[in-house]
C-alpha cells in the first residue's frame, strides 16, 4: 500500500479535472506525497521555489492574470507561515490562490516533536475556507467533496485564497508508483451569482460622477465609457482602474490630484466601478459623499457604500440605458474636462531630460511602450507618483498592482508570476528601490526561467514618500534612520551577482533603446535625487492653471 502517494494523487487530480493549470512547490520532506503527485503529472505547470514568500507573491501574479486559482505547496512548520503575507494581499484583492500545506499527524502536537506547530486554520479570517482534510483514507469520495467544495469557495461569490492542510504520516513514500487515476472529464461547476440590480433605487442620475478604481484588465471598459456618454459624466479614473490606458476619452479625468483641491463641485451622485482608488483626495472625497453606489459582481467586501448593486458591469450599464432617460448636460463634466484640458497641455512636454522624477519617468514609460504591454505598478511613491503625473492615453496597456493591503513585500514576485504566464506580452515592472531590496532575492529563482521583464528600480536611496510625512518637516534628527532607511544599493553589482543584465539610463533616448530590446530579465536603474525640487515645480505650475 501507498496510501500517502495515492491520496496525494488524488488531491492533484481532483485539482486538474477542475481546471487548475499552475502549482508553485515549496522544498520540505513532509509534502513529498504532494511534490510527486503534482510534479508528476506533466499537464501542470509546476514551478520550483525555495522561498515560501516569493514563491505566495509569484502565485499571485500568475492568478492575477489568469483570473484561475494558482496552487501553492509547502512542507510542515513555519515555511507555512511564510505563505501569509501574499495571502493576505490574495484575500483583499480577491485573488483565487489554494494553499495546501503538509503537516505532521494531530497526535504529534505538543509533544515537542521536531517541525510541528498547530496548522489548524492557522490563516483565520484570510482564507475564504479552511479545511484539515485528515490522514490519508479510503474515503476517496468525501475527499474530492472536499476539493470540490474548497475550489468553489476559492472562485466563486468572492474569489480569495482557500487553505488545506493535509498531514502525512511516515513514511511518507514506500516507493514510487503510478497516478491511480491519471484523467477523468473536466468539473465544470454552476455559476451561482444572482445580480440584485432589478431595482436600482435610484431616482436622479444628473450631475452623476463616476469613479474608478482598481479593475482587471479583462473588465468591459466599453461599459463605462457608454455609461459615461449617456450621463455625459466625467470618469476620475485610477492608474490600475485599466481605464486610463485604454482608449482616449474627452471624459476621462487623469490628474485630478493636481487640481481637485482647487474647485468646488458636489455631484449629485457618486458611480464606483473597482476597489477604492489610490488617491487620498478621492478617498475622502468619497466618504464624505452622502449618496455613493458601488458596482460590483461580487458580494460587497471590504467597502462601504450608501448603496450596493451586485451586477457585473455591462448588464447595470445595459439597465441603466433602458432605465432612464440620456442626459445631455452635466456642469461637473465641463468643470473637470476644462481643468483637465490645460493640465494635459502643461505636462505632456515634460520629458526625463529635463525633470528625472518618479511621476515624469512612469509617464515618458507610458508614453513609448507598445500596446497590450503588462505593467506591473510598485506601491509608494511609485503608484502615487503615476497617479498625479500619468495621462490618459489611446492604447491599452495592461495594469497590475497589489493594492490589496498595499505592501512593499513580494512586488518582484508577483511581477515575475504575470511575466511567467505572459510569454506574448511584453512585460515591466516599476518598483522603489527599497521595494527591491525586500524581494530581491527573486532573482535568484527567475534566471533559471524564461521570463521577459524589464525591472525599472525608482533609485532614490530610501523611502522618498516619507518625506511627505509630516515629521518629516520637523527636523527630528534621527528621520532618516527610522524613516528613509537609505540601502545605498549598487544595483550594478546585484545585477551580477543574480546574472541578469543591468543598464542605467538618463535620457529619452536612453528609454526608448532600452523599451525597444527584448533581452530577457533587466535591472534599469532610474537613479533619482529625492531632494529635488522637479515634482514641486510641476505641482506650482498646475496650481496656478483656473
Not at 253 to 267: E, G
Request: with cysteine; hydrophobic share 35%; aromatic share 8%.
Amino acid at each position: 500500500m501507498n496510501n500517502n502517494l495515492d491520496w496525494a494523487y488524488h488531491i492533484a487530480n481532483t485539482l486538474y479535472n477542475l481546471g487548475v493549470e499552475d502549482v508553485c512547490i515549496c522544498p520540505g520532506s513532509r509534502n513529498t506525497p504532494l511534490t510527486i503527485a503534482f510534479s508528476n503529472n506533466q499537464k501542470f505547470n509546476c514551478t520550483s521555489h525555495i522561498d515560501e514568500r516569493s514563491a505566495g507573491y509569484f502565485g499571485l501574479g500568475i492568478s492575477k492574470k489568469k483570473n484561475l486559482p494558482t496552487v501553492l505547496i509547502s512542507t510542515s512548520g513555519t515555511a507555512i507561515a511564510n505563505f501569509f503575507p501574499s495571502i493576505i494581499e490574495a484575500n483583499l484583492s480577491k485573488t483565487p490562490i489554494i494553499i495546501i500545506t503538509a503537516d505532521r499527524p494531530a497526535y504529534l502536537l505538543n509533544t515537542g516533536e521536531n517541525q510541528t506547530i498547530n496548522q489548524q486554520n492557522i490563516y483565520g479570517n484570510y482564507v475564504r475556507k479552511f479545511q484539515g482534510i485528515g490522514l490519508p483514507n479510503d474515503n476517496l469520495n468525501e475527499l474530492t467533496k472536499n476539493i470540490i467544495s474548497l475550489y468553489e469557495s476559492s472562485v466563486n461569490n468572492i474569489p480569495g485564497p482557500v487553505h488545506i492542510n493535509a498531514p502525512f504520516e511516515e513514511p511518507l513514500i514506500t516507493k514510487l508508483t503510478d497516478n491511480i487515476d491519471p484523467s477523468k472529464a473536466r468539473i465544470n461547476l454552476e455559476n451561482n451569482e444572482i445580480y440584485n440590480n432589478d431595482d436600482f433605487e435610484i431616482s436622479n442620475l444628473k450631475e452623476s460622477m463616476i469613479i474608478c478604481g482598481e479593475l482587471s484588465p479583462d473588465e468591459n471598459h466599453d461599459s463605462i465609457l457608454l455609461l459615461s456618454e449617456f450621463l455625459n459624466a466625467p470618469i476620475l479614473a485610477d492608474p490600475t482602474s485599466n481605464i486610463r490606458y485604454y482608449k482616449s476619452h474627452k471624459n476621462i479625468i487623469s490628474n485630478y490630484n493636481l487640481f481637485f483641491k482647487n474647485i468646488d463641485i458636489n455631484p449629485n451622485l457618486i458611480i464606483r466601478f473597482g476597489s477604492k482608488p489610490t488617491s487620498k483626495i478621492l478617498c475622502d472625497f468619497i466618504s464624505n459623499h452622502p449618496n455613493v453606489l458601488l458596482v460590483n459582481k461580487y458580494d460587497i467586501f471590504n467597502d462601504k457604500a450608501n448603496t450596493f448593486i451586485k451586477s457585473d458591469i455591462e448588464t447595470f450599464v445595459e439597465n441603466t440605458l433602458n432605465s432612464f432617460d440620456k442626459i445631455d448636460n452635466n456642469s461637473l463634466c465641463d468643470i473637470l474636462t476644462a481643468f483637465q484640458k490645460n493640465v494635459k497641455n502643461q505636462i505632456d512636454s515634460l520629458d526625463i531630460d529635463e525633470m528625472m522624477c518618479e511621476g515624469i519617468l512612469i509617464k515618458n514609460i507610458l508614453d513609448i511602450i507598445k500596446p497590450d504591454t503588462n505593467l506591473f505598478i510598485g506601491n509608494s511613491m511609485a503608484i502615487r507618483e503615476m497617479d498625479d503625473l500619468t495621462m490618459n492615453l489611446d492604447k491599452k496597456i495592461n495594469i497590475y498592482s497589489n493594492r490589496g493591503a498595499s505592501g512593499i513585500d513580494g512586488l518582484l514576485s508577483t511581477a515575475l508570476g504575470i511575466s511567467s504566464v505572459s510569454k506574448s506580452n511584453a512585460n515591466i515592472a516599476i518598483l522603489g528601490d527599497l521595494s527591491f531590496y525586500y524581494d530581491m532575492n527573486a532573482l535568484i529563482f527567475a534566471s533559471k526561467l524564461n521570463i521577459s521583464l524589464k525591472l525599472f528600480i525608482l533609485n532614490n536611496n530610501g523611502g522618498g514618500i516619507f518625506k511627505q510625512l509630516p515629521i518629516s518637516k520637523l527636523n527630528y534628527d534621527k528621520f532618516e534612520k527610522y524613516w528613509i532607511t537609505p540601502p545605498n544599493l549598487n544595483l550594478s553589482d546585484i545585477a551580477k551577482s543574480f546574472n541578469v543584465k543591468y543598464y542605467d539610463i538618463k535620457t529619452v533616448s536612453d528609454l526608448k533603446n532600452i523599451l525597444n530590446r527584448n533581452n530577457g530579465i533587466e535591472i534599469i536603474d532610474c537613479k533619482i535625487d529625492m531632494n529635488n525640487n522637479y515634482k514641486n515645480e510641476i505641482v506650482d505650475l498646475i496650481s496656478n492653471i483656473n
